[in-house]
């Protein structure tokens, strides 16, 4: 496999102003200043484009980040959105059940697994529309008939935000919304990162620099060192969450700690966590496994899941 993606200065690609016809379908972003940011690197962004040759991210077909054979193929992968949470770890109780039902475009392989690592370095706004797709699929199969659920990005740390200059999930969610594919979402930015007690940090020797980062840690590690990690927003530009139904939106899915620290944060700020999603799994359950025929976490029947402690180990 050809990697030819070009490194970029850190700016946000896919942030060009809404098309006007857009807006009637719009859903609402909670955080209006976020806006503001948008617009301001779409001008930088827009100019990029233009001088900034691409080769297709899977391939290295010239002329698109991602050409027409491998964007079919992504599509492929992702058509069909799945349960994951009993293939992730930190998600399952001692007796087996789930702590949260946790909904997958994909399994992290081939083109998805190559374009989520591309967006997630690079930020290809080709590459934002095509995973803001797949997300779009299985936030809808995880939502069901449910309505007023508000979408709670993950929070990137922001160490990982300096490095990329923007977080990967918040940009594909704000794609969806001005593509008017989430209509009667939300999208709430209503967790943030904190600096968890010094005796649960994990060091990250030998870790740092592989791709996907975290995906190399061990459950037990990964679990104790996002243990504490996030609170939800306080203050007057935040949203606030209690007494309502969130779904939490995450890239990848691996051991489900932190989709579980995310949980824990919102449940804590008094949410209705009633399930998350992922772009992609990186254990995705067999074939046979009956609950990838049931991808719904919010809708008739679902609703919030016991309310457990969620598990360190
Ligand atoms: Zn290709």
Request: charged fraction near 20%.
């Amino acid at each position: 496999m050809k990697h030819t993606t070009r490194r970029r200065p850190a700016t946000d690609p896919d942030l060009a102003p809404p098309a006007p016809a857009a807006a009637r379908h719009r859903g609402s972003y909670d955080r209006p200043l976020a806006r503001l940011a948008d617009l301001t690197a779409a001008a930088a962004a827009e100019v990029l484009a233009l001088v900034m040759p691409v080769d297709c991210v899977c391939c290295g077909a010239e002329d698109a980040a991602l050409c027409g054979v491998c964007s079919r193929r992504l599509r492929l992968l992702t058509l069909r959105p799945f349960r994951a949470e009993l293939q992730a770890p930190a998600l399952v109780d001692v007796d087996g059940s789930a702590l949260l039902p946790v909904v997958a475009a994909g399994a992290y392989r081939a083109e998805l697994a190559q374009c989520l690592l591309s967006f997630k370095s690079h930020g290809q706004s080709r590459l934002a529309g095509e995973l803001a797709q797949a997300l779009a699929r299985a936030v809808h199969a995880a939502a069901g008939q449910a309505q007023g659920v508000a979408l709670v990005p993950v929070p990137t740390s922001s160490a990982a935000f300096r490095k990329r200059g923007f977080s990967p999930v918040h940009l594909l969610l704000r794609r969806l919304l001005r593509a008017g594919s989430i209509p009667g979402f939300t999208v709430a930015d209503a967790l943030r990162k904190t600096v968890p007690p010094a005796r649960s940090r994990v060091p990250l020797t030998g870790v740092r620099d592989q791709p996907g980062g975290q995906k190399g840690l061990s459950r037990g590690a990964r679990s104790r060192r996002v243990r504490g990690s996030m609170r939800a927003r306080a203050g007057p530009w935040s949203p606030s969450v209690a007494g309502r139904p969130c779904i939490i939106i995450d890239d990848v899915l691996t051991t489900g700690a932190t989709v579980a620290e995310a949980a824990r944060a919102l449940r804590a700020a008094g949410a209705l966590v009633t399930g998350a999603v992922a772009v992609a799994a990186t254990r995705p359950p067999a074939p046979s496994d009956g609950q990838a025929v049931s991808p719904a976490v919010a809708g008739p029947g679902g609703g919030e899941q016991k309310n457990k402690p969620e598990k360190d180990e």
